[in-house]
């Protein structure tokens, strides 16, 4: 049975740090790419980082790029999204999400937000 558990979500003022975590269970991250997806109320479901199979190559949304950094070990079967000079439009659940034998498996999501 594929899951994934993410943890690491609370609250941080701006300018602060915060690295979420996904771990995988019922199958082998190593063989996927892993997306970090993001959502608010009102808005639709935001991709923000996607890693490659082999964890050597990244894609991040415009508005994160340089603050947020996406690696994978593969030691844990996890991966990890470290979310660096947060700013209060950070705020969302967050979602890590990986594409199994043609099926869309999504973790619970973790709450980030950003506030003074």
């Known amino acids: 049975q594929v899951q994934l558990v993410e943890s690491g979500g609370g609250l941080v003022q701006p300018g602060g740090s915060l690295r979420l975590s996904c771990v995988a269970s019922?199958?082998?991250?190593?063989?996927?790419?892993v997306a970090w997806y993001r959502q608010t109320p009102g808005k639709g479901r935001e991709l923000v980082a996607l890693i490659s199979r082999t964890g050597n190559y990244e894609v991040y949304t415009d508005s994160v790029k340089g603050r947020f950094n996406f690696s994978r070990d593969d030691a844990k079967n996890a991966v990890f999204l470290q979310m660096n000079d947060v700013k209060p439009e950070d705020t969302a659940v967050y979602s890590c999400s990986v594409l199994v034998s043609g099926d869309r498996y999504w973790g619970q999501g973790t709450q980030v937000t950003v506030s003074s």
């Open positions: 019922g199958f082998t991250f190593t063989r996927y790419p």
